[in-house]
């Protein structure tokens, strides 16, 4: 490690990173092009599929490709679990809900606008 990062990680004199369009921090960026990479939008499709591996033999809905945010995402599983009645989890980014809700779920997503489409048999 060079003397100049040490200095830096010890005095906190490291700049933070700016955008290159309006030179403002990233935290603080009104550009949308810096808030969807911020936030880390995808070009795969919104997937909605059924898993059963590592789950002893049960049956799990997956929801794939969604660009939202953390917070956002969260917030759609917990609405998406209250709407097919069961429970689930949000795991890197995807969503898992409990049994087999695949018409479902593809049918409340398309309700709020978002084009889903089933994934597996």
């Given amino acids: 490690m060079s003397f100049a ?3 830096e990680m010890i005095h906190g004199t490291a700049q933070a ?3 290159a369009v309006c030179a403002q921090p990233l935290g603080a960026c009104v550009c949308d092009s810096q808030k969807e990479a911020a936030i880390g939008t995808s070009n795969l499709p919104v997937r ?3 898993e059963t591996k ?3 033999g049960k049956g799990v809905t997956v929801i794939t490709g969604l660009a939202l945010a953390p917070a956002e995402l969260g917030a759609l599983a917990t609405e998406l679990k209250k709407r097919c009645g069961s429970g689930g989890s949000m795991r890197a980014g ?3 809900i409990q049994g087999e ?10 309700r709020r606008g978002i ?5 597996g048999g």
């Fill in 48 to 50: 909605v599929g059924r």
């Fill in 94 to 96: 995807v969503i898992e």
């Fill in 17 to 19: 990173p700016v955008c």
């Fill in 115 to 119: 084009a889903a489409k089933r994934a």
């Fill in 101 to 110: 809700h695949r018409d479902t779920l593809i049918a409340e997503l398309a």
């Fill in 54 to 56: 590592g789950r002893a």
């Fill in 5 to 7: 990062k040490l200095a």
